[in-house]
């Protein structure tokens, strides 16, 4: 049953912790629901008050009655939505470029009162809209006429209310502008309320924030071509994005009004966060709250997280939600709102294992007009620690009034113990291409995540480090074919992909396989022993290939299969940036020297040493020096000294660009 349109209104502007009631309007009725099911939608009044762009309280509350039960919805204003830099640019028809800065923020994140499993996340700007969990049942909020919101639910199996799971996605451009009539302001403030949505998922079950940079939207013509297959689109999109997109963001989406050729409504690439070429994807437009869950689909691809269908059949992995689905599944009903444990782990092995280096650095958040008490520090305030509740379980003694004690030089942050800055070691290295990052000795907060420059070895000399990942062929074969998979011998390779056949090869060229040169063999076809019989993620395309090569009279297994994932991507090859001999790795299917990269760019780097032999090369190009040096090429010595500590949570931060 369709629930009502949104209406144009003023902004719906509650009073700082008021509980707003909700009661049904005398005349309006519960609609009857269809036989055979129980729940779905009806209409409850809401009370307006005007207010201006932008004017929205940092708390409230509001009270729902719906469906016999009674919610009070505590929420406040999701200060990490939109970065300090964010900007609103709109393409008009003759192509000129409107930018606004800030946006109206009205996008509120909380939880049902008494119910700490629950979950909300709602919009103010034009009447009432959002979705809240009460740890059984999913509630949308929807206007439905002028002083009128439609509330649904989904219900467990026990209740009787089955939905359809949904599948659609994310950017805005002129299909969804103009094919769906709306006005920049609402496409603009209808992209943020997925967004909001996301992210507090997010927040809830990886620990991790998504933060927006910026938003286009498109009046005239599309600005690329826009095609019925998202694969095609997307490729697209990540040209216009390194070309036309300047802002600094982890992952561009696309929300698109075209119908894509799929069966989930769009495309991103696997493992692309923090990558120009590969951080992105495209989602078809649909209801903010089916956008936010393939949303969070989409993104979860962008951090390492594939679907759970490839583990569920393998025997690895369950889904605990058996009537929802969990979010990275194709099975389920009505808004999975679960990531599944074995979703949790991926991410965690893909943050350890060198990617999504980017979601370390935290992003500088939007309040306006400053606020103290809101955790804070704006202009006009030495520290905030917030409410004066969370104020009095830590940080009161360093922080009074959104000021500093007396001797206090910080009251939050990794680099600040005892109202002191520390010299600390405040972020370890998660893996042998990771820096860890130390305290300054001036400054609370610890410094951004930087990763070693491209080239180093790692591993015991058995890989090089290739985009914050340490790259071997082991490795390799473990993520593709499961934990009890390793490198094939080297005789496999200079075997097989010399022959140029469907079991070794150095790639395709059309219809015909690519015989590797004698020096290449080590970057064409991936070779590994004792493979599954089907690969942890991606789709088979033909058969397993399978060889045993005799040699001293023992048998080699050398088996690979070719494994399509994002359209037309192969993983059953050797990846770029994999060692291939003393100071080589591939790229391109060629076994190049390290001296063609030019990877030694650092001040204080010769021939035979980096960063005058006292640091680190890092991937921005900068030294980082050694306990006891600095400077920028960490030839000085340094009396700070440091002290690990740990082990300490970490919140990643998922800068997203619209």
């Given at each position: 049953m369709p629930l009502g349109p949104v209406i144009d209104h003023a902004p719906y502007v509650p009073r700082a912790r008021d509980v707003l009631d909700l009661p049904p309007q005398p005349n309006q009725s519960v609609l009857d629901e269809p036989a055979g099911r129980v729940g779905g939608w009806m209409c409850v009044c809401v009370s307006t008050r005007g207010g201006g762009r932008g004017n929205h309280v940092a708390q409230a509350s509001f009270q729902v009655d719906a469906f016999g039960e009674q919610f009070i919805l505590d929420v406040e204003?999701?200060?990490?939505?939109?970065?300090?830099?964010?900007?609103?640019?709109?393409?008009?028809?003759?192509?000129?470029?409107?930018?606004?800065?800030?946006?109206?923020?009205?996008y509120y994140q909380g939880i049902v009162r008494d119910i700490p499993e629950s979950f909300v996340a709602l919009s103010t700007c034009h009447g009432l809209h959002g979705m809240f969990f009460d740890g059984n049942?999913?509630?949308?909020?929807?206007?439905?006429?002028?002083?009128?919101?439609?509330?649904?639910?989904?219900?467990?199996?026990?209740?009787?209310?089955?939905?359809?799971?949904?599948?659609?996605?994310?950017?805005t451009l002129t299909h969804t502008y103009k094919k769906h009539r709306l006005s920049v302001g609402q496409t603009n403030n209808y992209a943020k309320s997925v967004v909001n949505m996301a992210d507090m998922i997010f927040k809830e079950q990886l620990n991790t924030r998504i933060v927006l940079v910026a938003m286009e939207t498109w009046a005239a013509d599309n600005r690329f071509n826009i095609d019925d297959d998202p694969m095609v689109t997307l490729r697209e999109f990540m040209k216009y994005r390194r070309d036309f997109i300047k802002e600094k963001c982890d992952s561009v989406h696309l929300f698109s009004g075209n119908r894509f050729?799929?069966?989930?409504?769009?495309?991103?690439?696997?493992?692309g966060v923090c990558s120009l070429t590969k951080g992105g994807g495209v989602n078809e437009y649909g209801k903010t709250d089916e956008m936010a869950i393939t949303l969070a689909q989409s993104l979860g691809q962008n951090i390492g997280i594939f679907s759970d269908k490839k583990r569920i059949l393998n025997g690895e992995c369950k889904c605990d939600d058996r009537w929802s689905g969990c979010i990275m599944d194709d099975v389920g009903f009505y808004l999975p709102k679960?990531?599944?444990?074995?979703?949790?782990?991926?991410?965690?092995?893909?943050?350890?294992?060198?990617?999504?280096?980017?979601?370390?650095?935290?992003?500088?958040?939007?309040?306006?007009?400053?606020?103290?008490?809101?955790?804070?520090?704006?202009?006009?305030?030495?520290?905030?620690?917030?409410?004066?509740?969370?104020?009095?379980?830590?940080?009161?003694?360093?922080?009074?009034?959104?000021?500093?004690?007396?001797?206090?030089?910080?009251?939050?942050?990794?680099?600040?113990?005892?109202?002191?800055?520390?010299?600390?070691?405040?972020?370890?290295?998660?893996?042998?291409?990771?820096?860890?990052?130390?305290?300054?000795?001036?400054?609370?907060?610890?410094?951004?995540?930087v990763h070693k420059m491209d080239g180093y070895s790692c591993e015991k000399e058995q890989g090089r480090c290739f985009n914050g990942r340490c790259k071997t062929k082991d490795r390799q074969c473990k993520y593709l074919w499961g934990e009890k998979a390793t490198a094939a011998d080297k005789f496999c390779y200079e075997k097989l992909n010399i022959e140029g056949t469907e079991?070794?090869?150095?790639?395709?060229?059309?219809?015909?396989?690519v015989q590797c040169n004698k020096q290449d063999v080590?970057?064409?076809?991936?070779?590994?022993?004792?493979?599954?019989?089907?690969?942890?993620?991606?789709?088979?395309?033909?058969?397993?290939?399978?060889?045993?090569?005799?040699?001293?009279?023992?048998?080699?297994?050398?088996?690979?299969?070719?494994?399509?994932?994002?359209?037309?991507?192969?993983?059953?090859?050797?990846?770029?940036?994999?060692?291939?001999?003393?100071?080589?790795?591939?790229?391109?299917?060629k076994c190049l020297p390290l001296q063609e990269f030019n990877f030694s760019t650092c001040p204080g780097t010769t021939e035979k040493t980096i960063c005058s032999g006292h640091g680190i090369c890092s991937n921005e190009l900068k030294c980082v020096c050694h306990l006891g040096w600095t400077g920028d090429d960490c030839n000085s010595t340094s009396p700070l000294s440091y002290l690990v500590v740990g082990p300490t949570a970490s919140r990643f931060w998922f800068d997203i660009r619209i």
């Open positions: 204003l999701n200060h990490d939505l939109l970065s300090s830099k964010y900007m609103e640019r709109h393409i008009s028809e003759n192509g000129k470029a409107v930018i606004f800065k800030g946006g109206e923020h009205c049942h999913t509630y949308m909020i929807e206007p439905g006429g002028k002083d009128l919101v439609s509330v649904s639910t989904s219900a467990k199996p026990g209740l009787g209310h089955p939905f359809t799971h949904a599948h659609a996605l994310t950017y050729h799929s069966s989930w409504g769009g495309a991103s690439y696997m493992g679960r990531f599944s444990n074995c979703n949790v782990e991926e991410y965690h092995t893909f943050l350890n294992s060198g990617g999504g280096a980017c979601l370390f650095n935290k992003p500088i958040k939007l309040v306006d007009p400053p606020e103290c008490g809101n955790g804070l520090v704006e202009p006009g305030e030495e520290c905030d620690c917030g409410s004066p509740a969370e104020c009095e379980r830590e940080g009161e003694k360093c922080c009074q009034k959104c000021t500093l004690t007396q001797g206090s030089k910080c009251s939050d942050g990794l680099c600040c113990n005892n109202c002191q800055f520390m010299g600390v070691v405040c972020r370890e290295a998660v893996n042998d291409c990771d820096i860890p990052e130390n305290c300054t000795g001036n400054s609370s907060q610890c410094p951004p995540n079991k070794g090869n150095c790639g395709k060229d059309k219809d015909t396989w080590h970057c064409g076809y991936l070779l590994c022993s004792n493979i599954s019989p089907a690969p942890r993620l991606g789709e088979l395309q033909g058969g397993l290939t399978s060889f045993s090569v005799a040699q001293h009279s023992a048998s080699l297994d050398c088996s690979g299969g070719h494994v399509m994932i994002d359209g037309d991507s192969d993983l059953g090859y050797v990846e770029d940036g994999t060692a291939c001999g003393t100071e080589r790795v591939c790229f391109n299917h």
